[in-house]
């Protein structure tokens, strides 16, 4: 496929004639081609104004054939072979067996949710029959089910230029569950971009779908972004990113004259609790698990540790970890925007008082150097100047920790209550410290989406039970997740029907469950009057 620069409109291209932008190779600093011009006021109205006349006919689709639709796409994505690989790692800096493994994710997680669809029980239809001759007042006959939103805003993620991107979780979840979808590519990979959403406009194609069923917009700023947001056809938002742009996305979303959902999974410290049987039966194991997932992707995954709680004596742990990580090359970070902030966060944490330095690299000699090299960094405090300093709890993109040690249980379960909302939080230890630190499991269940058990953050299952969210301000709603079954439920109202003639209702909540699907009736999980049943 040939690289046009050009953003994907329904059917069309847009002009060239917005800002224009560039990917970049940040191991070489040079720019790739073609340049990327961002989209009009006028171009994002009508990705908007195709999106909800496509709607109706896209939302009225047999979850047959939306499933349909999401393998056709997965299997164009497979299709793009190394042309993608090699875009994607130019633009990210990302080594290709890395790239070819999110592919690989992404066009897992297609095939995940089309199943999903296929089964169609995911719309949890519920159904109270009547009771005319109740007693004092009759029961009306009450069906329900989940029905779509309308349009979906989808904002590409720097981190995963597959997984989180143009058909990523939030694309795949919208596109399920019957929403047409109009994304924002991310400035990092803006050709892996367009490859990707080629593939999804040939797949809409092959498919015979309506016109604005899906489009995909660049900004050289942030007035795209915005106008996306604010524009009342759309009627939800997903959002992976910074804390800043989230936070000023979700601004935008709450001051509309009609606010709606606005889901961001932001940042995410993913505390580490390493107890005292850990170090003492396998400290040297966990130290090195430790390290690789705090490292992996030059720590540039939301799921990165970036804390490591211990309780009394551990710097035997403590020495083997630093160890590693003071021996760890330098790497390639995703973009200059990227290594810069995460330059200027380690010299700025290095410089507050109540924090040692135990590693720094080469990372604050690399501070005025061009490049996206960096290395990792090791900082260290104690509980009582952690409990004192909110901003230890900011998140270093990147691969830095900061140790905190606990001389008690009691200082260990403040840590823990202090937490901000994260994603992730980790207990290494015994079956019988889940017994003897059962407050702490309790607590961190209150502060996390995901609590792990001796293992580490970094990978997340897409399966039905996986939570990949967690509370504010990890996202901007706890209640979600961004990858799993439950993230279909995200771009979903109930819609509710009383009293109505069997055959004006929707398809599964008709009394013969023509669907086949499982339902709950009068209270009861039932998968009844099938077709040929």
Same mark, same amino acid.
């Given at each position: ?103 690989? /994710? ?27 001759? /109740? ?7 009450? /069906? ?111 001051? /509309? ?277």
């Amino acid at each position: 496929m040939e690289l046009t620069g050009q953003s994907i409109i329904g059917y069309q291209r847009g002009k060239k004639t917005g800002k224009a932008l560039s990917g970049f190779n940040p191991s070489t600093g040079q720019p790739l081609m073609p340049n990327y011009y961002s989209a009009s006021e006028e171009e994002v109205d009508k990705a908007v104004q195709l999106a909800s006349q496509s709607f109706t006919p896209y939302s009225a689709l047999s979850g047959k054939d939306r499933a349909a639709f999401l393998r056709t796409i997965a299997d164009n994505i497979d299709r793009l072979g190394e042309t993608l690989v090699e875009r994607a790692s130019s633009e990210s800096g990302l080594p290709a067996a890395r790239i070819r493994n999110e592919r690989g /994710r992404t066009c897992s997680q297609l095939k995940f949710f089309a199943k999903m669809i296929e089964s169609g029980s995911w719309v949890d239809a519920r159904i109270d029959h009547a009771e005319p001759t /109740r007693v004092s007042v009759p029961k009306p006959d009450v /069906r329900s089910m989940l029905q779509p939103l309308g349009p979906i805003a989808s904002f590409c993620a720097g981190n995963f230029p597959l997984a989180f991107s143009v058909a990523g979780g939030d694309t795949t979840s919208a596109l399920a569950s019957g929403n047409p979808v109009i994304v924002l590519g991310h400035y990092g990979h803006p050709g892996t971009a367009e490859l990707v959403g080629m593939a999804i406009q040939n797949a809409a194609l092959k498919c015979g779908l309506s016109e604005g069923v899906f489009s995909l917009l660049f900004d050289a700023g942030h007035n795209v972004a915005k106008a996306l947001v604010r524009h009342p056809e759309v009627r939800g938002v997903g959002f992976t990113g910074s804390r800043a742009g989230g936070m000023s996305l979700m601004e935008v979303s709450n001051s /509309r004259p009609e606010p709606i959902p606005f889901y961001a999974e932001m940042s995410s410290i993913n505390p580490v609790f390493v107890l005292p049987s850990a170090i003492a039966s396998r400290g040297e194991a966990v130290a090195k698990g430790l390290h690789e997932s705090a490292t992996t992707g030059m720590g540039q995954f939301c799921t990165n540790p970036g804390v490591v709680v211990t309780i009394g004596d551990a710097e035997r742990f403590i020495s083997q970890f630093v160890a590693l990580m003071s021996a760890t090359a330098d790497g390639t970070m995703l973009n200059q925007n990227v290594v810069s902030s995460y330059r200027r966060a380690v010299s700025e944490r290095s410089k507050q008082p109540a924090v040692k330095v135990r590693w720094s690299a080469a990372t604050f000699a690399q501070a005025n150097t061009t490049g996206c090299s960096a290395g990792t960094a090791v900082f260290e405090t104690d509980a009582r100047n952690w409990l004192d300093d909110p901003s230890l709890q900011d998140e270093i993109f990147g691969p830095a920790i900061l140790l905190v040690s606990a001389t008690n249980p009691e200082e260990l379960l403040e840590i823990a209550r202090s937490l901000n909302g994260n994603l992730t939080a980790t207990i290494m230890g015994s079956a019988e410290d889940l017994i003897t630190f059962s407050d702490l499991a309790e607590v961190l269940g209150k502060k996390v989406g995901r609590v792990l058990f001796n293992g580490f953050p970094t990978g997340v299952e897409v399966c039905e039970a996986m939570v990949h969210g967690g509370p504010y301000p990890a996202t901007s709603d706890g209640r979600s997740t961004s990858v799993g079954g439950r993230a279909i439920l995200r771009f979903t109202r109930a819609v509710c029907y009383q009293n109505f003639p069997d055959a004006a209702l929707p398809a599964e909540l008709q009394e013969a469950n023509p669907c086949g699907i499982w339902r709950m009736e009068d209270g009861q999980f039932v998968q009844s009057r099938l077709p040929n049943g």
